[in-house]
């Protein structure tokens, strides 16, 4: 399929998918979540904010919460093609990762106790229960949720992906050489979770039911240090972005 390319440079930190058309971009280089019509490779409008945006979850199909520099979290509402900021939440500092699971977030960070669970206005409601095996976690960097409740987490630190359960309880780990430097991960099904192999250039397809680690992409598809990636379950597509670059690379899969 025909790649986007964005008029700018861009910093692509993360992407979601919020309707058939239309991707959610965390450009951390602009300092701004832009919103882009991956019909026409065409940005529809953008937000600025006041510091870097990293990761980025979608609440529900009209909210977005994103990342921004080291202990916030920005609500933005997609609206008519729009942008528009809601309130903005202080969490723990060196937030990394952020996923939204059953009106709750699950935020991941660069030191104990790696993974928090918040409410929508920001109250802690659990913290990762450090008694458990918390080898499994030194750089937790990407997360994302299953329509089950199960959240996944990339780990860059460990080179592992870990699951927990919607209340932080530490369910299993997957190892393998096809996960080198694992970034961005999403959820097509419950047992399709889609990660970016920075080092090995591809994208894997773990299947946690089996314990099956495979390579869906990789270079031959012109897949070059994945980063963030994004699924559109109407559309089918795989939105697949490096750092540093203004180039998506857009994907049909089952």
Partial sequence: MADLRLDEEAYIADMAAVTPGTILISNGMKKCVQLLDNRKGRLLCEVQLQDEPGRMCLTDRNTAAVCVGEDEIQMIQVKDKTLIPGRALTVGKYVLGITSSRNTLVVSYRKKPWLEKVSMD????????????????????????????????SDQGTQMITQVDGSLNLLQTFTSSLLKWPDGITAVREDQILVCSYYNHSIVLLQPSTNTVSTLLGKEDEILNPYSLTYCPDEKKLFVASPSTEIINVYQIA
């Fill in 122 to 153: 920001g109250k802690v409601l659990k913290q990762f229960d450090m008694r458990q095996n918390s080898e499994h976690f030194k750089f937790p960097h990407y997360i994302c949720t299953t329509p089950d409740g199960s959240v996944f987490i």
